[in-house]
């Protein structure tokens, strides 16, 4: 390999460096915010150190709001979206990539376009279906509505995985005496652990930052509200309390990152190598 | 105990028809090879036979139970892949055992017969590695290992030497025929290379478009190659063709190449009228006679050490220009207007030199023109 320049490794850090400052510095924010005494917040120029860190916050939080349960609502919805989205991506996907199908190469286009309709576009259909289904006010309409915009990239992220696996593979697991199901089972679904990792990832996040379906259909059922519903209605019409806010926002944070360390190991492709020559 | 017979089996992809007419029939315990150009539809045949693709029509029968409508899995076949095929995720052991887990054996059992077919293959020792951590030469033998380790009632085998280099391939091919005889087991392999047909099979199916050429072993396809394309397939190289006369003197029907007058073994009264297409393989031309044969002038001369291949032009308004079509060949050293000889000896042989070529009598073959068969 050539040696780099010193100039270039220069140059290298300098974007490594300011990439991660700027997408790191809204975090930081945050967590400033959360710990200042709600007097300071406004204060002109602001303190970039916590000297006066503010912990009570988060007890405060926890015992004035149901918390609590917009926790547990909102993993219930991102669990059931990201294994209903699986589910059906990876059967589409794997149809879509092994059946040559007669225009199957246009639906899969097809897919990807419904991909473009904004969500705002398709909320109040989806508002209207849910009603004359009864499904207003239950979780289930969220997991729904979400995975109608999740199940479209996913079977195309699920796709391009399946299509680097040979089929050869399938067709020993199936000589080998499995049923069609079981080979899928068996010998793709492990082989693509990346691929289904990356996809339940995309998933997950896009579940659990949605605002959108989950205020539309829950609001009117205080029980069911998800995180992000209950920490909008923290924003008071009078006064607003940001450092609760964002101390609320910095929990509803923690599993995402959780999720994403436990998935990160099957991130890393490379696991299809030595089935060939 | 496993004969196979496909009858009359079709197969077609919406209009290309990858798969016409065959008809075969394998003795338990043979080796036997498909062998063609690549595109011909071998692996087709192959796929049908172990029901990873649905025949378009006729019948498959496995020891003499017909198959047709059976999945791969209740075939009791086992195959191999050019490709291998082996499951990344797992050890060489599951690998090898995966086969017997999916049919419910115990794991004592399938332990035991695991190791049996490592200790065959030599693989002891990398039984709990990981396909990756593997050569190709190793990978190539795990993917023997899960075939033979099901003791199935046959193997099949689509190029499964055509991944490793040509020093290897020629070892592997020896083990695999060793192998398949000290288990007689029924074996259908697949390739494009005719060399490894011809050391390897005891019946050989030539096959070209779709369609079935000849059926035989690899001396009746040497000696009486059933049409001009396998007569150029089979060999290396392949079969000389050229034009010529059909005369008829006494009774005995003769051609003429070049200078030489040639008399033909065959009946007068099953040759054409004017002119026939005639076939010599390289190794029966004579080369470098005093007298007698016809004197040309050689051109490449590529040479083995004592073996040597003459390249010399066919005589003057006897190559046949379509030849390249019929035999569809992709060698591109080979083209209508040069002949060649495959000569063992010590003589010195250099481009331009004078030498007089003959065909020796009962050497010659012939083919009718129109239809391109052997004549006899
Ligand atoms: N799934 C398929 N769809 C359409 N055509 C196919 C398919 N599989 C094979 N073919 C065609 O069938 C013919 C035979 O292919 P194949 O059996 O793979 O040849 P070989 O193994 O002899 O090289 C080829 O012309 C190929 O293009
Ligand atoms: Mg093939």
Same mark, same amino acid.
């Given at each position: 390999m050539q040696k780099r320049s010193p100039l270039g490794t220069f140059g290298i850090y300098a974007t490594v460096i300011f990439t991660c400052a700027a997408l790191l510095f809204p975090i930081y924010w945050m967590i400033l915010t959360a710990l200042s005494? =709600?007097? =300071?917040?406004?204060?002109?120029?602001? =303190?970039?150190?916590?000297?006066?860190?503010?912990?009570?916050v988060f007890a405060d939080l926890l015992a004035t709001q149901p918390f609590a349960l917009w926790m547990w609502n909102t993993i219930l919805v991102a669990v059931a979206t990201m294994i209903l989205s699986l589910t059906v991506g990876v059967l589409a996907a794997y149809a879509l990539s092994r059946h040559r199908l007669r225009g199957g190469q246009g639906l899969g286009l097809f897919i990807l376009t419904?991909?473009? +309709?904004p969500a705002t576009l398709l909320v109040i259909p989806l508002f209207a279906i849910f009603k004359s289904l009864g499904l207003?006010?239950?979780l289930w309409s969220v997991v729904i509505a979400q995975a109608t915009l999740i199940v479209p990239f996913a079977t195309w992220m699920l796709k391009g995985y399946f299509d680097t696996i040979p089929p050869e593979l399938e067709h020993a697991a199936l000589v080998d005496g499995c049923s069609p199901l079981g080979a899928l089972v068996r010998v793709v679904l492990p082989v693509a652990a990346p691929g289904l990792a990356a996809t339940a990832l995309y998933a997950f996040v896009i579940s659990w930052s949605d605002f959108l379906y989950a205020r539309t259909f829950l609001?009117?059922?205080?029980?069911?509200?998800t995180l992000n519903v209950g920490i909008a209605t +923290?924003?008071?019409?009078?006064?607003?309390?940001w450092n609760t806010i964002m101390a609320a926002s910095l929990m509803a944070a923690v599993p995402i990152i959780g999720v994403y360390l436990f998935l990160e190991r099957y991130l890393v492709g490379g696991l299809s190598s030595g089935s060939d020559k | 105990m496993a004969t196979i017979d496909f009858d009359n089996v079709q197969k077609s992809y919406g209009e290309v028809?990858?798969?016409?007419?065959f008809t075969l029939h394998v003795e338990d315990g043979d080796f036997c090879v498909f062998v063609g150009?690549?595109?011909?539809?071998k692996s087709t045949a192959l796929k049908m036979l172990a029901g990873l693709e649905a025949t378009s029509a006729g019948s498959i029968s496995i020891g003499g139970r017909d198959?047709?409508? !059976?999945?791969p899995g209740k075939r009791d076949i086992a195959m191999v892949f050019q490709n291998y095929a !082996?499951?990344?995720?797992?050890s060489v052991r599951s690998n090898i055992g995966f086969g017997l887990k999916m049919r419910g054996q115990d794991k004592a059992d399938i332990n035991r017969r695991v190791e049996a077919a490592a200790e065959t293959l030599e693989l002891t020792s990398y039984l709990?590695? *990981?396909? *990756?951590?593997?050569s190709g030469g190793q990978r190539q033998r795990v993917a023997l290992g899960r075939a033979i380790? *099901?003791?199935?009632?046959a193997f099949l085998m689509d190029e499964?030497?055509?991944?490793?280099d040509a020093k290897l391939r020629v070892q592997t091919r020896s083990e695999i025929v060793n192998l398949q005889k000290r288990l007689g087991v029924t074996t259908i392999y697949v390739t494009h290379d005719q060399v490894e047909a011809l050391t390897m099979a005891s019946k050989i199916v030539v096959m070209r478009g779709g369609v079935i050429q000849q059926i035989g072993s690899p001396d009746t396809l040497f000696?009486?190659?059933?049409n001009i394309f396998v007569a150029g397939f089979i060999g290396s190289p392949g079969m000389n063709f050229f034009r010529g006369p059909v005369e008829i003197e006494n009774g005995r029907a003769q051609t003429r190449f070049g200078e030489q007058v040639v008399p033909l073994?065959?009946?007068? #009264?099953?040759l054409p009228r004017g002119e026939a297409i005639f076939g010599i393989r390289p190794e029966h031309l004579k080369i470098?006679?005093?007298?007698?044969g016809t004197p040309v002038s050689l051109g490449l001369v590529e040479s083995l050490g004592t073996e040597k291949i003459l390249h010399f032009p066919t005589?003057?308004?006897?190559?046949?220009?379509?030849l390249q079509k019929v035999i569809?060949? #992709? #060698?591109?050293? *080979?083209?209508?207007?040069t002949m060649l000889a495959r000569v063992i000896d010590d003589r010195r042989y250099s481009d331009g030199e004078h030498v007089r070529v003959a065909l020796p009598e009962g050497k010659v073959h012939v083919f009718d023109p129109e239809t391109q068969k052997a004549l006899s």
């Open positions: 005494p =709600r007097t =300071r917040l406004r204060e002109y120029p602001p =303190r970039f150190w916590p000297d006066d860190p503010q912990w009570g419904s991909k473009m +309709l207003v006010g239950s609001t009117t059922s205080e029980s069911k509200w +923290l924003k008071g019409e009078f006064v607003t309390d | 028809h990858a798969i016409r007419d150009p690549s595109g011909c539809g198959v047709t409508e !059976l999945g !082996l499951y990344p995720h797992m709990d590695r *990981r396909p *990756r951590a593997l380790v *099901r003791e199935p009632s499964p030497l055509s991944n490793l000696a009486e190659p059933a073994s065959v009946s007068p #009264d099953r470098g006679g005093e007298t007698g005589p003057e308004g006897q190559a046949i220009h379509s569809g060949s #992709d #060698d591109a050293a *080979r083209d209508s207007t």
